[in-house]
């Protein structure tokens, strides 16, 4: 099952809300206050609202079931969602408005694609703007469509010695170790309708891209 996760209003998809309305949504913390007032009910809202000021609360206690989280805890709010997204039950689960504050922040949303039960139950979690779509790619053979909207792909080691294969690549590669810190395969092109990436070794962290328009 999939869901949609949103954080806020920072760098969305052009006209994310209106193409996906009928989707399932989750709101974490401000991103609750945005679906509503864009008429979408989220299956479930979850922070501790520490973004929102007082009228907006009282609106969200109007319209939603809200139970504010403790703002010193051991999650972060995103971590928190994620991880309620997952007990109900949802697998593909795409993060908007994520991006484009602070790093640390960001830093923290990136590993919630690298969580190891995650991986172990292939739970998809993506990190999505208006300019990238970032996923998490372990070992194995993974299969790209070519996407005029992203027309870059950039891969990074998430773990130390990775070994890739790329086929149907601008910059093919053939079982090329990577190592923690290599920009070797930043900025890549797919030639092929489908292209294949093929880790035999560790993992990485695939993003897709577009420059500004």
């Known amino acids: ?75 972060t709010d995103l971590g928190l969602g994620v991880a309620e997204a997952v007990a109900r039950g949802y697998d593909d689960i795409s993060i908007y408005g994520a991006t484009g504050g602070r790093l640390d922040h960001f830093l923290g949303a990136l590993q919630l694609l690298q969580i190891p039960d995650y991986l172990k139950r292939d739970i998809k979690v993506s990190l999505i703007d208006d300019q990238n779509e970032i996923t998490y ?29 790329l086929r149907g690549f601008k910059y093919p590669l053939d079982q090329e170790k990577l190592y923690q810190g290599s920009t070797l395969t930043i900025s890549n092109e797919i030639d092929e309708p489908v292209a294949e990436i093929e880790i035999e070794v560790g993992a990485l962290i695939c993003i897709r891209s577009h420059d500004n328009r």
């Open 137 to 165: 790619l372990k070992k194995g053979i993974h299969r790209v469509e070519k996407k005029d909207a992203f027309p870059y792909i950039s891969f990074i080691p998430a773990k130390e010695d990775t070994l890739i294969s």
């Open 1 to 75: 099952m999939k869901i949609n996760l949103l954080c806020g209003n920072r760098n969305l998809p052009e006209n994310l809300l209106q193409t996906k309305a009928d989707e399932a949504w989750g709101g974490i913390d401000r991103g609750a206050l945005i679906l509503i007032q864009q008429n979408i009910q989220p299956v479930f809202s979850l922070g501790d609202f520490d973004s929102v000021n007082d009228t907006e609360r009282l609106e969200l206690k109007e319209k939603l079931d809200i139970h504010p989280v403790k703002a010193e805890k051991a999650d």
